[in-house]
């Protein structure tokens, strides 16, 4: 763990090495850039610039990959788009829970969720309840990703639906290389 007032935590994001067969589609289509704010969740797109990757049978797995990222937190969202677009993903962004399950109905293509705890209005928990109501996205991967965390969180994630909880780690993809 990593964390300090005013300089903030860090994450690790381990990824598996191949999604689910169920899980894995077509490549989705280019998706373009929509200004952050609250009011309008933005949808991000691979960088056409993104520093080459490493040919490894996990980067071919994840390679088309579409990530929905719900979280409050620009900074994490950032932090996130750029390791997974390293890594050939696409990334859908969404501010708030309620926008975050409007974007996984409007892209259905979705893969997985990186869910972040503690939003304001609909938290991760309600959010994951939320699509788990889907019986669509029943077997679709949620990881809840925090810094702030409680010794029953992890068990309040898992009951609300999460496939996972990581919480105070770096983020770090070398596990795909």
């Known amino acids: 763990m990593s964390s300090s007032p005013g300089a903030g935590s860090s994450f690790t ?19 373009p850039f929509v200004p952050v704010s609250r009011s309008n969740p933005a949808i991000l ?32 969202v950032f932090a996130l788009t750029s390791a997974l677009e390293m890594h050939g993903m696409t990334v859908l962004y969404a501010d708030n829970g309620a926008d975050g399950v409007r974007l996984l109905t409007e892209h259905p293509q979705v893969h997985m969720v990186l869910m972040d705890a503690m939003m304001p209005d609909e938290d991760g928990y309600e959010t994951t309840r939320a699509i788990r109501r889907n ?10 990703l925090t810094a702030k965390a409680m010794p029953t969180d992890r ?3 898992l009951t609300a639906g999460a496939s996972d909880y990581i919480r105070n780690r770096s983020i770090s993809m070398s596990c795909l290389s």
């Open 13 to 31: 994001l381990y990824l598996p090495d191949v999604l689910l067969p169920d899980a894995v589609g077509t490549a989705p289509p280019t998706i």
């Open 155 to 157: 068990e309040s994630a």
């Open 45 to 76: 797109r691979p960088a056409t610039n993104a520093p080459a990757r490493r040919a490894t049978p996990a980067a071919h797995q994840l390679d088309g990959a579409t990530v929905l990222i719900i979280d409050d937190d620009v900074r994490n």
């Open 135 to 144: 019986r669509n996205f029943a077997r679709l991967p949620v990881i809840f």
